[in-house]
């Protein structure tokens, strides 16, 4: 069934816009951000699993922030987090 009203199987054209292939358009991403939204869900569940494990949710961010950045930024921002702290004595 469609998302919406009085939906009908014309390829009439309003204004040059095919209603039905920008119907198509808009349903397609409505389902995605329900896939999304259902995925967000899933990973805060992981999250949870791991806290109840005894794991840090907030390093392991970190880690998978890190895992999914380039390695040469990553090593340039610990360089720099290395000599901001030396700077600072801590």
Same mark, same amino acid.
């Given at each position: ?15 040059? #816009? ?11 991403? %409505?389902?995605?951000?329900?896939? #999304? ?8 569940? %992981? ?12 390093? %392991?961010?970190? #880690?998978?922030? %890190? ?6 930024? #990553? ?16």
């Amino acid at each position: 069934m469609s998302e919406f009203p009085n939906d009908h199987n014309s390829r009439t054209q309003e204004g040059g #816009v095919a209603a039905d292939r920008l119907r198509s358009i808009i349903e397609r991403h %409505i389902r995605l951000e329900e896939e #999304v939204k259902a995925l967000r869900g899933d990973q805060k569940d %992981i999250m949870s699993e791991a806290k109840s494990a005894g794991y840090c949710p907030k390093t %392991i961010k970190q #880690v998978i922030r %890190i895992m999914n950045a380039d390695p040469e930024d #990553v090593q340039e921002a610990e360089h720099l987090l290395d000599t901001y702290r030396r700077a600072l004595g801590c």
